[in-house]
């Protein structure tokens, strides 16, 4: 009890808020002015025009109070996490007048189908209308054992404390308001065992009150259904998760104000020892350290032993009581926490829960920013993540998200200006921080690493070939880069010969000018050679001919856009700029070369050559090459799941492991097939892909991927849609819409083939039914069709056009098929022939309540 009452004394008032968007007073005002109102369709035939006018009337407020109604189901349904099970109606069962009350059950999502409920009504009541909140049960009596589970409520004391009090109901409310039963707890109990009382319910009035506000009466039924709740599990059997020891049992005596204190001083706790405090606070606050390790990292026993260290320390600045064990053994968890034990758990074998004063306390030190540099441990990434889910859940919005938070060091959730994250990515992306690539079945090695590549020149007689990095080698090779060097992601490598071998006073007048110079004077302009030279671009790196068909002397870089030919020289006029970095070495880069001998041309590319290699010759012979390059390069993998994994990467699936990256303890590297280089994978490379489970779920992935990848969960977020206000088409309630067609989706095949929110995004800049209308017809529609293999009766249920009110505003029609009618001679021994058709109704999509009585 105490538990309950610093709840109902500290915590309550936040908990319960003010909805003032909801007209409590209108529906009130609703049901005083509108019932028994007579009622047919406006578009009847033969009806004067102003009778139309007073039905649509009619219809309109109807229409208004509902969703009004439907509003509180929804509020009231998040706060006590239960749903908004049946569909509301201001018709009377013959949709002849309106309803002389309304009435919006709520139910857990798992008891669905059971006909017991906690009910919102709106009915009459001493001459003007009230709320009452209710027990309910929908049965007709006759299921006796039902009603005798459903009446188990009188088995528990009634909480006269909170307002509620016991009703005699008969029938339906239509009969007139239920009468309250002025007997005690036992009477009752034995007339509904000798039928004399068939239906009893607890309930709690909340009566019209004049000067009150909306938010008055949303508190009231707040309060009211927080009562009645217990009664609610009590009947459906559930099992109320008791922690232990109890205050009653034991209580600290420590405040808030003293855990704040005392947490907040390094003397007496460490702040190393925060975290299991911390991270159980993001989590609610309750948890065991299985979880715990299993969201943050380190192992089970490293947040056990933190805990008893904390709770120690606490205990002995403070000399609080200690709680002891049934053999007398004192336990010093209990300073902290309430705690449950986990027989048989996937979760761990212990749950903790925190202390109110202790909830209070973390959060005061969290807004202190003394979990600051915990916060920013978070930001670290792990080098290999797929983010994966079903079809339009963000995937490839979120890899841009993750990409841009791991390049600049943040956290995903400080990203949330939509269109400055996506110009910093394409900003990053420019600058060769971020590549993107698609996976496909005809996808393969040589792509992403390396291969051949056939060169035709139209002046030569035969086809050569050419050694070409693939996309993701790259990258690599650019991340592995040091900073500083401006190095063009295109980079080339290129060789000359300066006048032969050797010295020279060519060489030395380049190396000095810091140019490379050629004389082609006699020859015509499309010589080869030329052509190479024309091809240089500024970025690209150039090496100098020793001498010995293995040996340079000169590493440098393009500087010019183009060559010039420079009149002023006496020979050698072909010039182009370059900034040597190193000269006057002798370097063998035969191995560099992928094994090969230097070729006896005056220009020509170097494919094996890459360019970190050359900068750590530069790095050797003391020239500058720049730092080591630490920032975090990100390279975008969309749909990794389509690809052939083994066929892509080959050899170097171990070398993406981030302890087998390049600089680590256990640093790998394999040589390449074709130019027989060693490669690796640069430690400051993250590989970010993106998995739609509806193509292929996790199971069936390449088992070498799977055990190398930490795995991000993506599913269908309608609160997504509230948040950047998606969720509205006129009174539709397009999140509640979404929720309930994927909850049919799960029921009838997986959650790994449901609708994503981003399809209904658009409607945050759109939000009219011709846009709703797209969104369906090009895009849901299309993926039930290929979810269910064309089976048009799942389609129909997902959809709620098996229990629509009309065949117009079915999307899904289907008609009866007599065989014999379709085929010549006898077809009933012929089995498995369709008893219907099945065909889009195009009308449908234009009419929003085809899209209200999906809920």
């Not at 880069?481 to 071998?501: C, K, S, Y």
């Not at 020239?623 to 990100?634: L, Q, S």
Request: negative net charge; aromatic residues 12%; hydrophobic residues 35%.
């Amino acid at each position: 009890m105490e538990e309950l009452f610093y709840f109902v004394r500290e915590q309550y008032p936040t908990i319960i808020g003010n909805d003032s968007k909801i007209d409590y007073i209108g529906v009130l005002d609703y049901l005083r002015d509108n019932t028994d109102v007579p009622y047919s369709k406006p578009d009847a035939p033969g009806l004067a025009a102003e009778e139309v006018s007073r039905l649509l009337e009619v219809k309109k407020k109807g229409q208004n109070a509902i969703a009004e109604l439907k509003k509180m189901a929804e509020a009231f349904a998040v706060r006590f996490k239960l749903e908004k099970c049946m569909s509301m109606s201001w018709l009377d069962g013959s949709n002849t007048k309106t309803r002389r009350y309304l009435w919006a059950p709520l139910k857990y999502g798992k008891y669905a189908d059971n006909p017991v409920s906690v009910s919102v009504f709106v009915e009459k009541r001493n001459s003007d209308t009230c709320y009452r909140v209710s027990l309910e049960i929908k049965n007709d009596g006759d299921d006796k054992d039902i009603m005798k589970q459903y009446h188990s409520h009188l088995d528990i004391p009634l909480n006269v404390a909170a307002g509620l009090v016991y009703v005699s109901v008969f029938g339906s409310n239509e009969w007139g308001t239920p009468d309250i039963l002025n007997k005690t707890q036992d009477e009752i109990k034995q007339e509904v065992e000798s039928g004399k009382l068939k239906k009893v319910q607890i309930c709690k009035y909340i009566d019209r009150k004049p000067d009150e506000t909306n938010a008055y009466y949303h508190t009231e039924i707040t309060k009211a259904i927080a009562a009645i709740l217990p009664y609610y599990d009590h009947v459906l059997g559930i099992e109320k998760i008791e922690y232990y020891p109890s205050l009653a049992e034991y209580d600290p005596g420590i405040t808030a104000e003293e855990y704040e204190r005392i947490l907040g001083d390094e003397n007496i706790v460490k702040s190393a020892w925060l975290d299991t405090l911390h991270y159980l606070y993001l989590m609610g606050g309750i948890g065991t350290c299985k979880q715990i390790a299993n969201k943050y990292g380190n192992g089970a026993a490293h947040y056990n032993t933190n805990a008893i260290n904390v709770a120690k320390a606490v205990h002995k600045e403070t000399n609080c009581p200690l709680c002891a064990r049934d053999t007398g053994e004192n336990q010093y968890w209990p300073v902290l926490f309430y705690g449950r034990d986990l027989a048989d758990s996937a979760d761990g074998v212990f749950s903790y829960k925190m202390r109110e004063p202790l909830m209070e306390a973390i959060k005061a030190l969290e807004e202190r920013g003394v979990f600051q540099e915990m916060k920013e441990a978070n930001k670290e990434f792990d080098k290999n993540l797929i983010l994966y889910g079903p079809p339009g859940t963000g995937k490839t919005y979120n890899s841009a998200t993750y990409a841009v938070a791991i390049c600049d060091g943040k956290s995903v959730d400080e990203l949330t200006d939509y269109d400055a994250v996506m110009k910093r990515y394409n900003e990053l992306k420019e600058a060769g921080r971020i590549a993107f690539t698609t996976f496909h079945q005809s996808y393969g090695y040589e792509e992403f690493i390396e291969g051949i590549k056939p060169v035709v020149d139209d002046e030569a007689t035969d086809i050569s070939y050419t050694i070409e990095s693939g996309v993701f080698k790259k990258f690599c090779d650019i991340a592995g880069t040091p900073e500083n060097m401006e190095i063009d992601h295109n980079a080339q490598v290129w060789f000359v010969r300066l006048n032969g071998v050797g010295k020279n006073d060519l060489k030395e007048e380049c190396f000095k000018e810091g140019t490379i110079r050629f004389s082609w004077e006699n020859e015509n302009v499309d010589d080869s050679y030329k052509k190479w030279f024309n091809m240089m671009s500024p970025g690209d790196y150039v090496v100098s001919y020793n001498g010995a068909n293995v040996n340079i002397d000169g590493i440098g870089i393009i500087e010019d856009s183009e060559p010039f030919y420079d009149e002023q020289r006496s020979s050698f006029k072909w010039t182009r700029k370059v900034k040597w970095l190193v000269t006057d070495i002798v370097e063998n880069i035969r191995e560099l070369n992928g094994g090969k001998y230097l070729p006896n041309f005056e220009i020509t590319k170097l494919n094996r050559v890459r360019i970190s290699e050359l900068l750590e010759l530069v790095s050797k012979h003391g020239g500058y090459a720049g730092e080591k390059n630490e920032k975090p390069y990100v390279f975008i993998i969309d749909e990794i799941n389509r690809g052939n994994i083994s066929k892509i990467f080959g050899e170097l699936i171990t070398l993406i492991e981030s302890t087998k990256r390049a600089g680590m303890e256990e640093a790998a590297s394999a040589i390449l097939p074709y130019s027989g280089k060693p490669f690796s994978v640069p430690s400051n490379v993250y590989i970010l892909g993106t998995m739609n489970t509806a193509d292929r779920s996790i199971a069936l992935m390449d088992t070498a991927l799977r055990r190398r990848f930490q795995f991000i969960e993506m599913m269908p977020d309608s609160d997504v849609l509230r948040k950047i206000h998606a969720d509205k088409v006129e009174d539709l309630d397009v999140a509640a819409m979404l929720d309930k067609i994927n909850e049919r989706i799960t029921f009838l095949y997986d959650r790994e083939h449901t609708i994503g929110h981003a399809f209904f995004t658009g409607l945050k800049d759109d939000a009219s039914l011709s846009k709703l209308q797209s969104i369906f017809e090009k895009s849901v529609i299309p993926l039930l069709q290929e979810y269910f293999y064309e089976d048009y009766q799942k389609i129909q249920l997902v959809l709620g056009d098996n229990a629509k009110s009309d065949d117009n505003l079915k999307f899904i029609l289907d008609e009866k098929v007599v065989a014999k009618n379709i085929f010549k001679g006898n077809v009933e021994d012929v089995i498995d022939l369709p008893e219907k058709r099945y065909s889009i109704n195009k009308v449908a999509f234009g009419n929003i309540n085809s899209y209200k009585e999906i809920l």
